[in-house]
Nanobody
């Protein structure tokens, strides 16, 4: 069974940093994508950053380029961890952040992702 779980959300001041972690497990195929998405109140869920396992392709939303960095590790063939390092945070980054997985890799369109975590709240105060 595929499981995805996020952690690391918190309240932080503008200009600060946070690192989110996504633990994905239950799949051993090496052809997947894991992405970070966020949803602010009253807004649609949007892709923040996604990484493909097959060729390492990485996507960043324009709004986070140069500030956020996605990285991944594979502890073994069935456990995978993806991090989202967020620097120079802005109040507009405030949202619930979700991690999701999809097989095979796809774009960073949340509609294409089928396995989701519960979300972690990131609040950036001004």
């Amino acid at each position: 069974e595929v499981q995805v779980a996020e952690s690391g959300g918190s309240l932080v001041q503008a200009g600060g940093s946070l690192r989110l972690s996504c633990a994905a497990s239950g799949f051993s195929n090496n052809d997947y994508a894991i992405g970070w998405f966020r949803q602010a109140p009253g807004k649609e869920r949007e892709g923040v950053s996604c990484i493909s396992s097959s060729d390492g392709t990485i996507y960043y939303a324009d709004s986070v380029k140069g500030r956020f960095t996605i990285s991944s590790t594979n502890e073994n063939t069935v456990d995978h961890t993806v991090f989202l390092q967020m620097n120079s945070l802005k109040p507009e980054d405030t949202a619930v952040y979700y991690c999701a997985a999809e097989f095979p890799p796809s774009s960073c369109d949340p509609l294409r992702y089928g396995y989701w975590g519960q979300g972690t709240q990131v609040t950036v105060s001004s």
